[in-house]
């Protein structure tokens, strides 16, 4: 049985910067494109950022692209998630996930496995 545990959100300032974790256990980690997604209150689910099975290719949207920056340590079944210049727009909870696919590709349909989310709230 596959488990995602995030952890790492909080409340934090505008230009403050904030560092999200995932831990995996349960199933072959390292095989697998994992990423990050976020949902605000009355919005879908969107994608953030993925990375491939290696840790060798990163994908982002837009708006996070020089921002954020998604890692892996596979030795330690790890996915990090490093947010930097954080704007009240960034408030949302964010959610680990397992990526079926192509990572560069992912969407919430594409995603085998989440985790319970954790929530970054960003203040004025």
């Known amino acids: 049985q596959v488990q995602l545990v995030e952890s790492g959100g909080g409340l934090v300032q505008a230009g403050d910067s904030l560092r999200l974790s995932c831990a995996a256990s349960g199933r072959t980690f390292s095989t697998y494109a994992m990423g990050w997604f976020r949902q605000a209150p009355g919005k879908e689910r969107d994608f953030v950022a993925t990375?491939?099975?290696?840790?060798?290719?990163?994908y982002y949207a837009d708006s996070m692209k020089g921002r954020f920056t998604i890692s892996r340590d596979n030795a330690k079944n790890i996915v990090n998630l490093q947010m930097r210049s954080l704007n009240p727009d960034d408030t949302a909870m964010y959610y680990c996930?397992?990526?079926?696919?192509?990572?560069?590709?992912?969407?919430?349909?594409?995603?085998?496995?989440w985790g319970q989310g954790t929530q970054v709230t960003v203040a004025f």
């Open positions: 990375i491939n099975w290696s840790g060798g290719d990163t």
């Open positions: 996930a397992i990526v079926s696919g192509r990572p560069e590709w992912a969407t919430p349909s594409t995603v085998l496995y």
